[in-house]
Nanobody, 115 residues
């Protein structure tokens, strides 16, 4: 069974930074593709960034150059460093683990960017 626990959300002003963390309770962590998704009110959940087991990364166009995803195998954790935050980044952010087309989700953490 896979359990994902996010932390690090909060309220920040435009231009500020936040770092999200996701702790994974899972066997074989290194084999999973880890990702961050977000869902704003009234919108569909969307992929923000993912990091494959190979270390390759993918970013949505809207966050390229501002967000950085990383993983730590020893800690079984994945991180999302978010810089230059904008009001449109406001959403609930979800940690995702995927392997063999099976997805696991955390409970989500709220990120609010507002002046």
């Amino acid at each position: 069974q896979v359990q994902l626990v996010e932390s690090g959300g909060g309220l920040v002003q435009p231009g500020e930074s936040l770092r999200l963390s996701c702790a994974a309770s899972v066997s074989g962590f290194s084999a999973y593709t880890m990702g961050w998704y977000r869902q704003a009110p009234g919108k569909q959940r969307e992929l923000v960034a993912r990091v494959m087991s190979s270390g390759n990364t993918y970013y949505a166009d809207s966050v390229k150059g501002r967000f950085t995803i990383s993983r730590d195998g020893a800690k079984k954790a994945v991180f999302l460093q978010m810089n230059s935050l904008k009001p449109e980044d406001t959403a609930v952010y979800y940690c995702n683990a995927e392997r063999w087309n099976v997805n696991y989700w955390g409970q989500g953490t709220q990120v609010t960017v507002s002046s």
